[in-house]
């Protein structure tokens, strides 16, 4: 008896530590790159109990993000080219190709992004429509899509209840794509209307400068 209880115990501890040790790996992670505690990060990721409670994808995607929020473009680029080469799921592989066409998109690299949306197509079809539509919109600067965004943002608010607060920012990213559109058609009054609600949805967000600079640049 006593044998099946020690048998048992040594099991629980087996699956509770890696999961107690994981789970407070991630919180420090997390809470060192929020307070831009970069050189505790990196230590805390070349860590063995990092190495040992987190997969290799999971760590290097991790390294990524620290070069992200410091804006190390050139050690970006190298571990995007690394991870790229791994061998991992495809689930993963996914992953990271969307997150990588939402890097380059922000910067404006047209080549690159089309790239990743082309990735993202050979594993996932349905997974590369919302990039098209981005891609459409942000870098080739067209204007097909006003009807399909405008019914996205119709399906998450009414346009005159109290927007529940888990969707402003949802709203306010379509509103800023809608209203990017109506300024390529020179639409200005559909263009102020849009961004105005977007200003209140996307307050404090990079899509607030950018509006109020086409704005401007508008009047």
Not at 40 to 54: A, I, P
Not at 87 to 105: D, T
Not at 123 to 129: L, T, V
Request: net charge neutral; with cysteine.
């Amino acid at each position: 008896m006593g044998y099946i209880i020690a048998t048992v115990l040594v099991a629980l501890c087996l699956i509770a530590v890696p999961y107690y040790l994981r789970k407070r790996t991630w919180t420090n992670l997390n809470q060192e790159i929020m307070e831009e505690d970069f050189d505790t990060f990196y230590y805390t990721l070349d860590s063995f109990k990092c190495k040992m409670s987190m997969s290799a994808f999971e760590r290097e995607n991790m390294r990524l993000s620290g070069y992200i929020a410091q804006n190390r473009k050139d050690d970006v680029e190298e571990q995007l080219n690394m991870m790229l080469n791994m061998r991992i799921k495809k689930q993963q592989k996914l992953a990271l190709y969307q997150r990588a066409f939402y890097y380059y998109i922000g910067l404006g690299r047209a080549k690159k992004t089309r790239d990743m949306i082309d990735l993202v197509q050979s594993i996932d079809p349905s997974a590369s429509q919302d990039l098209e539509i981005q891609y459409s919109i942000l870098i080739k600067r067209e204007s097909r899509y006003i009807q399909e965004i405008q019914d996205r943002i119709d399906r998450l608010w009414d346009g005159k209840s109290e927007m529940d607060p888990s969707k402003e920012m949802a709203v306010g990213t379509l509103e800023y794509l809608l209203g990017l559109q109506y300024s390529y058609n020179n639409d200005i009054d559909n263009m102020n209307r849009v961004f105005d609600l977007a200003l209140k949805h996307c307050a404090g967000t990079p899509y607030e400068e950018s509006i109020l600079k086409i704005k401007k640049q508008k009047a």
